[in-house]
């Protein structure tokens, strides 16, 4: 990695702070975050000559998530918040944070799982959301899903903060990497 990856490095933590706070706040992954961060990232690496990069960490982020969303596993803001920093971070960055984050999202599920006693109830939702994946091509109509949780009182002890996740996913990532993202 170059030098220049510092200001990516940087806008995405601080972005992903962002998105932390708002998303354990109010289970909620704001468009007026995700949106300019997408396209200030495109921008940024189109000046750069990286726009390739950029443009693979984008679908990357977008893909890896947009399934979990259709099958009402994830809400869309968290979908658009890999995208927005698959666009600043590029490949392979984009793939050790979506790595990260998925360890520590199925890290806290299991706690979340264990600490509540819903054991038998997350294990009856995983079938739920294997049936819905297996169907995908006939029913896509799971939209209201994690809606439907947030708006529950219990909701703290049902939905995973997934941009948290994220959050924890880059700072994993960052430490990981250390001195190799700057010369």
């Known amino acids: 990695m170059t030098g220049y990856m510092a200001v990516p490095i940087v806008i995405a933590l601080t972005a992903s702070v962002i998105a932390a706070i708002t998303d354990i706040w109010k289970f909620k992954v704001y468009n007026l ?17 990286d726009l390739g990069n950029s443009l693979l960490g984008v679908l990357f982020g977008f893909g ?33 944070v979506f790595i990260a984050s998925s360890l520590a999202a199925g890290v806290y599920a299991v706690v979340l799982m264990v600490v509540t006693g819903k054991v ?29 949780q947030v708006r529950r009182s219990d909701r703290r002890q049902r939905i995973i903060p ?7 996913g880059i700072v994993g990532t960052l430490l990981w990497l250390g001195n190799d993202l700057m010369p």
């Not at 975050?33 to 000559?49: E, K, S, V």
């Not at 997934?162 to 924890?168: D, G, N, S, W, Y």
């Open 33 to 49: 975050l995700t949106l300019p961060l997408l396209a200030a990232g495109l921008l940024y690496h189109a000046m750069r000559a």
């Open 120 to 148: 038998g109830e997350t294990l009856w939702n995983l079938r739920v959301l294997w049936m819905r994946l297996v169907c995908i091509g006939r029913y896509l109509g799971a939209d209201d899903q994690v809606e439907k």
């Open 162 to 168: 997934f941009a948290a996740m994220v959050l924890v």
């Open 64 to 96: 890896a998530l947009v399934a979990l969303h259709v099958i009402g596993g994830m809400g869309a803001g968290d979908v658009k918040l890999m995208a927005a920093l698959g666009a600043w971070l590029g490949m392979p960055l984009t793939l050790y």
